[in-house]
């Protein structure tokens, strides 16, 4: 029988980690990746061994779906191919290597186990073409199983500060706490902002196991503690789950809703910083780094005639196998687009996060066509990297679903909402044209109308008679929507791009940039009763 599954949300802490805990730290982590990598090999052997299984090529010719079922768990199960297996292997290999046994404790191999294994399961799934071994820069975390042992978070403190003045001016409930992350005989101290909401939330929640991670911020390394805690995460008051249903058209750079009382389309990340020439500016200083450092793989430069006059044109890269220096300078501007790349990516996750709420705000019921996100990314590669579509999905999916609605999604080619007029006829347009011109009469832009129709989409079929009674009612919201939408829709200029964006990352990593080193004298901070365990 399967084990119950109760919610989960993490609460995410700066630490304070010294140079020598930076140490010991980066050496489990690289115990942790040769494990998993060791797993890893492992798994995909024994997943060769379960394809060339006998029940497994019974099961490829199994029509019935229980049977089929079964001899595929026969074929894993006689070859060993299952989580608790995986387990076993990464506690019985890390035992063998003493090294690997002291920086890693059980629940963390077992972890380690249980990557590796999920992750070829994709593989033997189709979810994933291939799986990768890691290299040092791309482990970056570890995790428990429990708070009982390994990865713990402990108050390991708490006392009452002395009274000061009269008993009425004394906040005589206010107690002071600390808290600590415990890893087999590390003890690290987080960064706690006691005025913020949402950390208070995850404190008096409690904890169900703990992931340590480090990050490159401001190409600094930067740890972090995350807790997964048991309940749901904290909501604020602005962002609350309204009532009705929501037509959603979700579009390469722009997503139209139509609820009961209200219609927008808005824009993905809207005047999100580019860094275009900041980027370009660094990848040009790289490419010259790069070919100083490396002559002989280069061909010698030569002279070409452009026009009336002779111009020096560079040597191109030397095919077959080379051996490329990278120096100081160069990595220094790799760690920089790297930081650029951080910040952008820091801010579309913000806006798409403030967009899902706010169109949660008109209905708790989300209907919306089954596109595909990957398919949009082979045509429009850099705008979906830029805007974030499928992350939009994603977010507006889990936090719908977490606050008890539904998420809907129905069959593009049997509704064909672009094409539907309300009459019923289907006539193609190119993507070009973004106005709907209805055989019945009326403009109205494509994607509000097609929102307006996944109102009335149930099972993958489109209800024309509800939709031709409530258009006359709900066309000035459309109206409305559009109007709005021509007059602040622009694009992303130079200005803008100067203009400052400062993401909720960076600002919460501003603050603690310079705190992020442990410091043996600071003082005991005082939390109030109510943000105490």
């Known amino acids: ?253 722009n997503v139209a809703f139509v609820g009961d009382n209200k219609a927008g389309l808005l824009p993905f990340v809207d005047k999100v910083p580019t860094f275009e020439k900041e980027i370009k500016a660094a990848q040009r200083k790289m490419l010259r780094s790069q070919r100083m450092a490396n002559p002989d793989n280069y061909e010698p430069d030569f002279d070409a005639k452009v026009g009336n006059r002779i111009v020096r044109n560079k040597g191109k890269v030397k095919q077959g196998k080379r051996q490329w220096i990278k120096t100081r300078n160069y990595r ?13 990516s820091s801010y579309a996750k913000s806006q798409n996060r403030n967009l899902a709420n706010e169109i949660l705000r008109h209905g708790s019921i989300i209907k919306t066509e089954n596109v595909s996100v990957k398919g949009w990314q082979k045509r429009y590669g850099k705008a979906i990297s830029a805007k974030s579509p499928g992350f939009f999905q994603s977010e507006l999916k889990r936090k719908v679903e977490q606050t008890g609605g539904k998420f809907i999604n129905f069959s593009t080619k049997k509704t064909a909402l672009s094409q539907t007029h309300l009459d019923g006829t289907r006539i193609k347009k190119s993507l070009s044209q973004r106005v709907h011109e209805d055989v019945t009469g009326f403009r109205m832009h494509r994607d509000l109308f097609s929102a307006f129709l996944a109102r009335h989409v149930n099972d993958d079929l489109l209800s024309l008679l509800d939709a031709q009674n409530e258009y006359p009612g709900s066309e000035p919201i459309l109206a409305d929507a559009w109007k709005l939408y021509q007059q602040t829709r622009s694009k992303v200029g130079a200005s803008e791009i100067k203009s400052s964006h400062c993401s909720s990352d960076e600002l919460s990593h501003k603050s603690v940039t310079s705190s992020q080193i442990v410091n043996k004298d600071d003082k005991l901070e005082c939390m109030p009763e109510s943000q105490i365990l």
Request: net charge positive; aromatic share 8%; glycine share 4%.
């Open 1 to 253: 029988m399967a084990r119950s599954k109760t919610p989960s949300f993490v609460t995410e802490l700066p630490l304070k980690v010294s140079s020598k805990q930076e140490k010991e730290l980066l050496a489990r982590l690289q115990a942790a990746r040769q494990l998993y990598n060791c797993c890893l090999g492992e798994a995909l052997i024994r997943l060769r061994q379960v394809r060339n299984s006998e029940p497994y090529k019974q099961a490829k010719n199994t029509k019935d779906k229980e049977q089929r079922i079964e001899l595929y768990q026969q074929a894993d199960k006689e070859n060993r191919f299952t989580k608790y297996e995986l387990q076993s292997f990464a506690t019985l290999t890390s035992n063998n290597s003493k090294w690997m046994s002291d920086k890693l404790g059980a629940h963390e191999k077992q972890t380690v186990g249980t990557r590796a294994f999920n992750a070829v399961k994709k593989l033997q799934f189709g979810q994933a073409k291939k799986v990768r071994f890691k290299v040092a820069s791309r482990y970056r975390s570890v995790e428990g199983k429990s708070q009982s042992s390994g990865l713990k978070w402990r108050v390991i403190e708490q006392k009452r500060p002395n009274r000061i003045g009269k008993a009425k001016d004394v906040r005589n409930k206010i107690k002071c706490a600390k808290y600590a992350l415990i890893w087999n005989g590390l003890e690290l101290e987080p960064i706690i902002d006691l005025f913020n909401p949402v950390i208070a939330h995850g404190l008096n929640s409690p904890v169900k196991y703990c992931r340590i991670l480090w990050r490159n911020v401001n190409e600094k390394r930067r740890w972090y503690v995350q807790l997964i805690n048991e309940g749901l995460p904290y909501q604020k008051e602005s962002n609350y789950l309204g009532e009705g249903i929501v037509g959603l058209d979700l579009n390469i750079s």
């Open 332 to 344: 220094r501007i790799q760690a920089y687009i790297a930081e650029l790349e951080r910040r952008k």
